[in-house]
T-cell receptor, first 108, second 116 residues
Framework: KNEVEQSPQNLTAQEGEFITINCSYS?????LHWLQQHPGGGIVSLFMLSSGKKKHGRLIATINIQEKHSSLHITASHPRDSAVYIC??????????FGTGTRLQVFP | AAGVIQSPRHLIKEKRETATLKCYPIPRHDTVYWYQQGPGQDPQFLIS???????DKGSIPDRFSAQQFSDYHSELNMSSLELGDSALYFC???????????????FGPGTRLTVT
């Protein structure tokens, strides 16, 4: 069993839809990261969370430490949001343990 | 703003050859992480350095070695390359001391290594 699990693995949406990606983890963490990976391979850090909620533009990330669960929400989705979204945890403020990723496709 | 730089971006090598991948962290960052992402796989942690000393080691083969230099850049040396070493190699940098975005990891664009 992976230490970090995401759902769904694949997600298709119409432009404008509200999207939620879930992440559950089984280890103690100091922080949880949401990352975006585009088809070319580059990884961009979206959020780093240790508690509560963060918002950046149309993206919202929440974390529940007690339940070991985080969600990434995208409001008013757009085709340019199409990418792989990766949840990764940092047990000791150091290396990341990555989830399997959620492949999102948003169609016009 | 300056980002993490990796070179080369693409590398093709034959089996049993050696390869050196370079990573230049964001200025003032003191920590470098190396990750390997095989085709269709999650990235896996290889090794990290803090202030030029190895700080942690993951699933890095004995054929690989790495170091961080006095200017904080890091090099991953890979010898006796195997077909299974074909992957995207990411470097990430962070600061563990004092900066507002401490512990945030910033990723380089990756080096795509193909072993034939």
């Amino acid at each position: 069993k992976n230490e970090v699990e995401q759902s769904p693995q694949n997600l298709t949406a119409q432009e404008g839809e509200f999207i939620t990606i879930n992440c559950s983890y089984s280890v103690g963490i100091s922080a949880l990261h949401w990352l975006q990976q585009h088809p070319g391979g580059g990884i961009v850090s979206l959020f780093m969370l240790s508690s509560g909620k963060k918002k950046h533009g149309r993206l919202i990330a929440t974390i529940n430490i007690q339940e070991k669960h985080s969600s990434l929400h995208i409001t008013a989705s757009h085709p340019r949001d199409s990418a792989v979204y990766i949840c990764a945890v940092s047990p000791n403020a150091d290396k990341l343990i990555f989830g399997t990723g959620t492949r999102l496709q948003v169609f016009p | 703003a300056a980002g993490v730089i990796q070179s080369p971006r693409h590398l093709i090598k034959e089996k049993r050859e050696t390869a050196t991948l370079k990573c230049y962290p964001i200025p003032r960052h003191d920590t470098v992480y190396w990750y390997q992402q095989g085709p269709g796989q999650d990235p896996q942690f290889l090794i990290s350095f803090y202030e030029k000393m190895q700080s942690d080691k993951g699933s890095i083969p004995d054929r690989f070695s790495a170091q961080q230099f006095s200017d904080y850049h890091s090099e991953l040396n890979m010898s006796s390359l195997e077909l299974g070493d074909s992957a995207l190699y990411f470097c990430a940098s962070s600061s563990l001391s004092g900066l507002a975005d401490a512990y945030e990891q910033y990723f380089g664009p990756g080096t795509r290594l193909t072993v034939t």
